[in-house]
């Protein structure tokens, strides 16, 4: 009888799990849809584009990139979150859909850290302050000096974006006395910098590097580990005596939660292939975008410290987008 009651369980138990091994072994079955929560032509939909190809090539289906812009990327991600968790919707990621939204929104249909699982890295922007060449302080000392003589303007892509959070922590490090000036993406706040608008402004290396390159701007400060190859002459805050002030923008992958680990395991292995590859690898150095090839485990791990700075300093803030 016991033996009768151990064959039905182990029976049961294959039966169980025989559905979700063919699912993990027949995937992809189909076309993949790639959800991109903000507008084509962005760095979001650009990168999901240019990686979309190689995993097509690489997994024998077409990545189908669909943009649903709008409300904070709060649409593009409740869709995957409740998409069939079968591997075939993806859902492009950063600091706002996965670290922000928690504390910017009072409710949000979904939750990032119990309904979505990462998945890939893309990649993290480094981020610096830059002033005029001409006529602006020519280091971070005199600009924290000028703060205290007059009200020193900061110019961001966006509220709640990590260039406007990276210079709030700035302001917290230093105690540097500015004024947020929020625009419509970054080309748009740079323009206003050079036109003396604004007296200082937070931007990524995506946007920010064409101008470096060119001097039409002065690099006060890299809000990064160490200096970057691309600025090398650009002090980090932790030189200039300020620990722990680093901040970047970053993009990953992620699927819903349920999504079974082999199938997780095999997106991450092209992924990490497919980013790698020559051409990519040449796109995302001219962009001076800092790529690591991180596990699922790895990326968790990365998004659950980005967590613990970012969502505090969010509240304290009280920085609203659903008010």
Not at 26 to 43: K, L, S, T
Not at 102 to 113: C, E, G, I, V
């Amino acid at each position: 009888m016991l033996a009768r009651r151990n064959l039905l369980q182990t029976s049961a138990a294959l039966g169980a799990a025989l559905p979700l091994t063919a699912r993990a072994q027949a995937f992809p079955d189909r076309p993949i849809r790639w959800i991109v929560g903000y507008p084509p032509g962005g760095a979001s939909d650009t990168f999901a584009r240019i990686i979309g190809a190689a995993l097509a090539t690489r997994l024998g289906q077409n990545v189908v990139v669909e943009n649903r812009p709008g409300g904070g990327a709060v649409l593009a991600s409740e869709t995957v979150a409740r998409a069939p968790a079968d591997g075939h919707t993806w859902l492009h990621v950063d600091n706002g859909i996965l670290t922000y939204n928690p504390a910017l929104y009072a409710r949000l249909p979904y939750n990032p850290d119990s309904d979505l699982t990462g998945v890939g890295f893309i990649g993290r922007f480094p981020l610096y302050i830059v002033v005029r060449p001409e006529g602006a302080p020519t280091d971070f000392a005199g600009l924290l000096a000028a703060s205290r003589q007059r009200s020193v303007t900061y110019g961001t892509p966006a509220v709640a974006s990590p260039h406007h959070l990276a210079m709030e922590l700035v302001k917290r490090r230093t105690n540097i006395d500015v004024t947020h000036v929020p625009y419509r993406g970054g080309p748009a706040a740079m323009q206003d910098l050079l036109g003396g608008q604004v007296d200082c402004v937070v931007i990524d290396t995506a946007t920010g590097l064409p101008f470096i390159r060119d001097r039409r701007v002065r690099v006060l400060a890299a809000l990064t580990e160490a200096r970057t190859p691309d600025v090398p002459d650009a002090p980090t805050m932790a030189e200039l005596g300020y620990p722990d002030t680093i901040a970047y923008g970053w993009q990953g992958m992620s699927l819903a939660k349920a999504t079974p680990a082999p199938i997780v395991t095999r997106i991450s292995a092209e992924m990490i292939a497919a980013i790698q590859s020559p051409e990519i690898v040449a796109r995302m150095r001219g962009l001076g975008i800092d790529y690591q090839p991180w596990t699922p485990a790895q990326f968790d791990a990365f998004v659950a410290a980005e967590n613990a700075l970012w969502r505090p300093l969010i509240r304290e803030l009280g920085i609203r987008l659903d008010s």
